[in-house]
C-alpha cells in the first residue's frame, strides 16, 4: 500500500509536469506513436482484409501471416530494427515495430466482418439488384464493421502496450519512467509509469468498447434478441443496408 501511495505522490509531483520528460509530453508521444501506427496498418491491413472477406481467397494466407506476426517478440524485433536501420532512424525502426504488431488483428477484423455475414443476406441484396459495389458498401460494410471495430480494438490496446519498450531506445512515452526507474530502483516511479499505460489502455478500450456497440446496425439490433428466427435476422439486415 505504501508503494501505492508513493506511486501516486510521484504523478502528482509538480517536478513530474514541467521540463522534457513531463507527464503530458510523455503522453503526447504515447499516444501519438499508438495513433500512427494504427493508422498506418489500418492503410494495409483493412483494405487486404476486406478484399479476402469478398473473394473468399488468401484466408490461409492471411491466417499464417497474422500467426507468424504474433509469434513475433515486440522488444527482440524493436532491437534488431534499430540495428538495422541504425541509430539515426530509431525513431522509424519503432514505428515500423509497431505497425507490424498492429496488422494481425486488423486484418483479422477486417476479413472476419465479413466472412460472418449470414450467404442469404449476400444473396437477398444481390436479388434486389444490387451491384457488386453496392453490396460491399450496403450490406457487407455495415455488418462487418463491429467486427471491424473489434479488431481496431484490439490493434490499438496491443500498440499502447507496446509503446512502453520505446522508453528502453529514449522515444519517450510512459514506458520512460518504467525503464528509467528499473535500475535506480526506484519502484515508485516504475509502478507509477505502469498506472499510467493501464489507464490509457482501459480509457481506449472503453471508447472502442462504445464503438463497436454504436456500430451494430439498427435493423440488426432489434432481430439480435430473436436468434432463433433466421429469417428475422436477414430482413433486419436488409433493413440495414437500405437505411
Same mark, same amino acid.
Given at each position: 500500500?505504501?508503494?501505492?501511495?508513493?506511486?501516486?505522490?510521484?504523478?502528482?509531483?509538480?517536478?513530474?509536469?514541467?521540463?522534457?520528460?513531463?507527464?503530458?509530453?510523455?503522453?503526447?508521444q504515447?499516444?501519438?506513436?499508438?495513433?500512427?501506427?494504427?493508422?498506418?496498418?489500418?492503410? %494495409?491491413?483493412?483494405?487486404?482484409?476486406?478484399?479476402?472477406?469478398h473473394?473468399?481467397?488468401?484466408?490461409?494466407?492471411?491466417?499464417?501471416?497474422?500467426?507468424?506476426?504474433?509469434?513475433?517478440?515486440?522488444?527482440?524485433?524493436?532491437?534488431?530494427?534499430?540495428?538495422?536501420?541504425?541509430?539515426?532512424?530509431? +525513431?522509424?525502426?519503432?514505428?515500423?515495430?509497431?505497425?507490424?504488431?498492429? %496488422?494481425?488483428?486488423?486484418?483479422?477484423?477486417?476479413?472476419?466482418?465479413?466472412?460472418?455475414?449470414?450467404?442469404?443476406?449476400i444473396?437477398a441484396?444481390?436479388?434486389?439488384?444490387?451491384? +457488386?459495389?453496392?453490396?460491399?458498401?450496403?450490406?457487407?460494410?455495415?455488418?462487418?464493421?463491429?467486427?471491424?471495430?473489434?479488431?481496431?480494438?484490439?490493434?490499438?490496446?496491443?500498440?499502447?502496450?507496446?509503446?512502453?519498450?520505446?522508453?528502453?531506445?529514449?522515444?519517450?512515452?510512459?514506458?520512460?519512467p518504467?525503464?528509467?526507474?528499473? +535500475?535506480?530502483?526506484?519502484?515508485?516511479?516504475?509502478?507509477?509509469?505502469?498506472?499510467?499505460?493501464?489507464?490509457?489502455?482501459l480509457?481506449?478500450?472503453?471508447?472502442?468498447? %462504445?464503438?463497436?456497440?454504436?456500430?451494430?446496425?439498427?435493423?440488426?439490433?432489434?432481430?439480435?434478441?430473436?436468434?432463433?428466427? +433466421?429469417?428475422?435476422?436477414?430482413?433486419?439486415?436488409?433493413?440495414?443496408?437500405?437505411?
Amino acid at each position: 500500500m505504501n508503494l501505492f501511495g508513493d506511486a501516486i505522490r510521484w504523478l502528482l509531483d509538480p517536478e513530474q509536469w514541467t521540463g522534457s520528460y513531463a507527464l503530458p509530453v510523455l503522453f503526447t508521444q504515447h499516444v501519438l506513436y499508438t495513433l500512427v501506427s494504427v493508422l498506418v496498418a489500418a492503410a %494495409i491491413a483493412v483494405p487486404a482484409g476486406w478484399l479476402i472477406g469478398h473473394t473468399g481467397r488468401g484466408r490461409e494466407v492471411a491466417v499464417a501471416i497474422s500467426g507468424a506476426a504474433r509469434a513475433i517478440p515486440s522488444f527482440g524485433l524493436l532491437i534488431l530494427l534499430v540495428l538495422l536501420f541504425g541509430v539515426l532512424q530509431v +525513431p522509424a525502426a519503432a514505428l515500423v515495430t509497431f505497425v507490424l504488431l498492429a %496488422i494481425p488483428s486488423l486484418l483479422a477484423g477486417a476479413y472476419t466482418g465479413i466472412e460472418a455475414i449470414d450467404p442469404r443476406v449476400i444473396d437477398a441484396a444481390k436479388a434486389m439488384g444490387m451491384t +457488386p459495389w453496392q453490396v460491399f458498401w450496403k450490406v457487407e460494410f455495415p455488418l462487418g464493421l463491429p467486427l471491424l471495430i473489434g479488431g481496431l480494438r484490439a490493434a490499438t490496446l496491443q500498440v499502447i502496450a507496446t509503446v512502453t519498450i520505446a522508453g528502453y531506445v529514449n522515444l519517450g512515452g510512459f514506458g520512460y519512467p518504467i525503464i528509467q526507474g528499473i +535500475p535506480l530502483g526506484r519502484f515508485d516511479e516504475v509502478l507509477a509509469g505502469a498506472l499510467l499505460v493501464a489507464a490509457l489502455a482501459l480509457i481506449a478500450d472503453l471508447l472502442f468498447a %462504445i464503438a463497436q456497440r454504436a456500430a451494430v446496425p439498427a435493423g440488426v439490433r432489434a432481430t439480435g434478441a430473436r436468434a432463433d428466427e +433466421p429469417r428475422s435476422r436477414t430482413r433486419g439486415a436488409l433493413r440495414a443496408a437500405r437505411s
